[in-house]
């Protein structure tokens, strides 16, 4: 999940299920699309095996995962193809995401946010601004930092409102659970639920 690994370490991750793959949605995402917050074109970024994607999908949504875990991906599409689930599944870095050459309405993020490096994260950011158009929606899962009692490489709450300032609109910052098969969170990883939306006025808008 982390951009700033190469591939091979990325399909690493893969070899046996990590705890971030539970083989459903994260309950937080689950209860966004059954409160109809998931709409039009979807991208999930750092997809695995695509759960969220195919959560998209049976909503009957265009939905696009990316990932650079050549392993993960062809889960995806199995899981695709024994579910008769329509879904696109590309490999692709995150870091680079204005090479897609496409927009859409709503990004999901899961788990993907708070693991990067301060550069891959400067440009993830630059890139979601290019592929999210004004009134764009994204939603990120992310652990919440040691401060706010979580996973030990999460992020604080100051350090995701500074991270969205210009041309974004955090509509809501909330606690949430990530569910995980790690018997050291029995009940789960303290997370942030971040909701936001894409608003004109940054270079990226051309305005």
Not at 19 to 29: E, M, S, T
Not at 30 to 41: D, H, Q, V
Not at 161 to 173: A, N
Not at 194 to 205: C, E, K, N, Q
Request: proline letters at 7%; aromatic letters at 6%.
């Amino acid at each position: 999940m982390s951009a700033h690994l190469v591939p091979r370490d990325l399909d690493d991750l893969y070899a046996t299920p990590p705890p971030w793959d539970i083989g459903r949605p994260q309950p937080a995402f689950a209860a966004l699309a059954e409160g109809g917050a998931i709409g039009g074109r979807v991208l999930d970024v750092g997809c695995g095996t695509g759960e969220h994607t195919l959560m998209a999908a049976a909503l009957g949504l265009d939905a696009t995962g990316i990932d650079l875990a050549a392993g993960a991906l062809e889960t995806a599409r199995d899981k695709a193809r024994r579910r008769s689930l329509t879904a696109r599944f590309l490999r692709h870095d995150l870091r680079c995401l204005s090479e897609l050459g496409e927009t859409f309405d709503t990004v999901l993020d899961s788990l993907v946010f708070h693991a990067l490096t301060e550069a891959d994260r400067a440009a993830y950011l630059a890139g979601l601004r290019t592929v999210l158009p004004p009134a764009g929606r994204a939603f990120l899962l992310c652990h919440r930092g040691p401060v706010d009692g979580g996973a030990p490489h999460g992020l604080g709450r100051d350090r995701i409102r500074e991270s969205f300032t210009g041309g974004w609109r955090i509509d809501s910052l909330r606690p949430a659970v990530c569910a995980s098969t790690s018997p050291l969170y029995p009940g789960g990883v303290a997370a942030w639920l971040v909701a936001l939306t894409r608003v004109s006025g940054s270079p990226a808008d051309g305005r």
